[in-house]
């Protein structure tokens, strides 16, 4: 796995999802020094770490890694864009 294109891939999820390295940070269990420190060294995040960022991000770790998605991870990426705005668009409707 390339880390850069992992992180590249996060990114583009992240703003995608309105997702902040803060939040990333907490599912983690870490700072948001910390994620920032592994971007910019382009450290590997550890396997479980991997899947709790794909999993805030609706993807899956193979997605991350690779950059090629499975249709499963397609289709659950997906349902969980739509869920994501439809809820955002319901908090701004206040």
Same mark, same amino acid.
């Given at each position: 796995?390339?880390?850069?294109?992992?992180?590249?891939?996060?990114?583009?999820?992240?703003?995608?999802?309105? =997702?902040?390295? *803060?939040?990333?940070? !907490? &599912?983690?269990?870490?700072? @948001?020094?910390?994620?920032?420190?592994?971007?910019? $060294?382009? =450290?590997?995040? *550890?396997?479980?770490? !991997? &899947?709790?960022?794909?999993? @805030?991000?609706?993807?899956?770790?193979?997605?991350? $890694?690779?950059?090629?998605?499975?249709?499963?991870?397609?289709?659950?990426?997906?349902?969980?864009?739509?869920?994501?705005?439809?809820?955002?668009?319901?908090?701004?409707?206040?």
């Amino acid at each position: 796995m390339r880390v850069m294109d992992f992180w590249n891939r996060v990114e583009i999820l992240r703003k995608q999802c309105h =997702t902040t390295y *803060r939040q990333l940070a !907490a &599912v983690m269990g870490v700072s @948001e020094t910390t994620v920032s420190s592994m971007r910019r $060294a382009g =450290t590997e995040p *550890r396997a479980g770490d !991997a &899947v709790k960022i794909a999993r @805030e991000l609706g993807t899956t770790v193979e997605y991350l $890694a690779t950059g090629v998605a499975s249709e499963v991870g397609d289709n659950y990426r997906k349902k969980y864009f739509e869920l994501k705005e439809k809820i955002i668009k319901l908090g701004n409707s206040d």
